[in-house]
């Protein structure tokens, strides 16, 4: 039994591993963990549709939770050795398969550059991006209505600091954040920003520098590989037309209004 | 012109970094950026670090934010002992999961918990209404009794039997509510054997030379606080709670 990656690709860190091994031919086997999917009646499946995609907390997935003590995606199993969070599964990864330099640079100043921006990334990019597939698909859907505008707009505005300081202090006028080459810092910039395009906030839109750094992470990574991972992010309106139980549309409405704030 | 990092030891961050490099004896200038004075916001300041945070590291022309990468910086530049950041691909595997890890659950809930207690009363001149405070306190729990679960179970320290960057980082950031007077070492005896552990790893006369300030944090007045600071500050913190 090899290496094993599980995976949902509407998870942005499960698009940075994904496109990582599969950019870097990595063996592995690609367990699916749909977190979409509440496959048990009763409480099991309040919680978890509750823990509904990884950006809404830990998933309650069957075989995530047998994987990662934490339940989440992404996971890795590695023979005995398990492991979570997107950012050591990179590392991970980049070492052992040895990787080519760029993606995590031996020189310490350009290291330096990376391991800043994957830092920053979680209290910034990536405190905000997620959020606007909550307002526009996730509770609409649960609760049966759409939310006042200014939620939105208040959540636009944050990841509009967040791009503005992206664009300041890492890419600057780079070609990528280290410099003349992609590294683990641009794909997991780009998969996070794909996420309010997914649901119609184009960020890339009035922003032609970052839309020309997207231009050269998607040529990096392959078009075609990039593309395939986004898939299904890129058609997540499909998912407003699934039927949701009313009862646990009641029990969640509440808790998925508290996780907004 | 040597390293200078760019401190305040209020800050958590901050304490990590000071501890580590005075621990290794990595020469430094401290560099002190007192934010209740604003001295982040300053124009001399955004040359080190735009992002106008501290910590921030300043090597030549070489600037650097955010601590994690300024811990892995030295690591690196000072080839500091092994256990710090082990070769071992799946040691250093698990130092990397704490690190990441921590951002949006020890260091958000503790971090949060402080503010509630300790800054917002003093900035608002109002306590706290008491629901909120149990609900961070609450939040915070739930964070502990994963990084007990998950990180620390029942090894001496995260990444096995030696202390590493993931201890440090974890513990300077529980000293935060610690000392807003939240005794969260009291009815966690696994969790107050690997305090004292780290302490004694780090060198307890060390460990509490950089905790002072935060110790003393009761004293904080509001009068200490640049006055645009504290308006700042009031509506940040009432528009996140």
């Not at chain 1, 959020?131 to 609760?143: A, E, H, Q, R």
């Not at chain 2, 595997?93 to 800054?119: C, M, P, T």
Request: net charge neutral.
């Amino acid at each position: 039994m090899g290496l094993e990656l599980y995976l949902d690709l509407l998870s942005q860190p499960c698009r940075a591993l994904y496109i990582f091994a599969r950019s870097n031919n990595i063996p592995f086997e690609f367990k699916r963990v749909q977190l979409a999917k509440g496959e048990r009646g009763g409480g099991a499946a309040v919680s978890r549709a509750v823990c509904l995609f990884t950006f809404l907390g830990p998933s309650n997935s069957e075989g995530a939770g047998k994987v990662s003590l934490l339940k989440k995606v992404p996971a890795l199993k590695d023979g005995d050795f398990t492991l979570a969070e997107c950012t050591a599964i990179l590392l991970y990864l980049s070492r052992k398969y040895n990787t080519p330099d760029h993606w995590y640079p031996s020189d310490i100043q350009q290291r330096a550059r990376v391991d800043e921006y994957l830092s920053w990334h979680h209290t910034n990019i990536r405190a905000n991006a997620p959020k606007t597939m909550w307002i526009k698909v996730l509770i609409p859907l649960f609760t049966g209505q759409p939310l006042p505008s200014e939620k939105l707009q208040e959540v636009m505005e944050g990841l509009s600091t967040s791009l503005k300081q992206f664009e300041e202090r890492f890419l600057q006028d780079k070609a990528f954040i280290i410099g003349s080459e992609i590294s683990l810092a641009d794909l997991v910039a780009i998969v996070e920003l794909m996420q309010p395009v997914g649901v119609g906030c184009d960020i890339f839109e009035d922003r032609p520098r970052l839309r020309e750094w997207r231009r050269r992470v998607e040529d990096a990574v392959g078009k075609e590989l990039f593309f395939q991972a986004h898939e299904m992010i890129l058609n997540i309106k499909e998912l407003s037309n699934i039927q949701i139980d009313p009862q646990l549309k009641e029990q969640l409405a509440p808790v998925l209004m508290k996780m907004l704030k | 012109m040597g390293l200078e990092l760019y401190l305040d030891l209020l800050s958590q961050p901050c304490r990590a970094l000071y501890i580590f490099a005075r621990s290794n004896n990595i020469p430094f200038e401290f560099k002190r950026v007192q934010l209740a004075k604003g001295q982040h916001k300053t124009e001399e300041f955004r040359k080190v670090n735009v992002l106008m945070k501290v910590p921030a590291l300043k090597d030549g022309s070489f600037t650097l934010a955010e601590s994690i990468a300024i811990l892995l910086y030295l690591v690196q530049k000072f080839k500091t002992p092994d256990h710090w950041y082990p070769a071992d691909l799946q040691k250093r595997a698990r130092v990397d999961e704490y690190l990441s890890w921590q951002h949006i659950n020890i260091r958000a809930k503790g971090s949060k918990l402080f503010l509630s207690k300790v800054l917002l009363p003093l900035i608002t001149g109002q306590p706290l209404p008491p629901e909120k405070l149990e609900f961070a306190t609450e939040e915070l729990n739930v964070a502990l009794k994963q990084f007990e679960e998950k990180f620390l179970q029942d090894k001496p320290f995260i990444a096995g039997s030696e202390v590493s960057l993931a201890d440090l980082v974890a513990l300077v950031e529980l000293m935060q509510p610690v000392c807003a007077g939240y005794a969260l070492f009291e009815d966690r005896p696994a969790l107050a054997a690997w305090r004292s552990r780290v302490e004694e790893a780090v060198g307890k006369e060390l460990f509490l030379e950089a905790h002072q300030d935060i110790m003393n944090i009761k004293n904080l007045t509001a009068d200490q606080f640049a006055p645009e600071l504290l308006e700042n500050f009031k509506q940040q913190l009432l528009k996140q709670n």
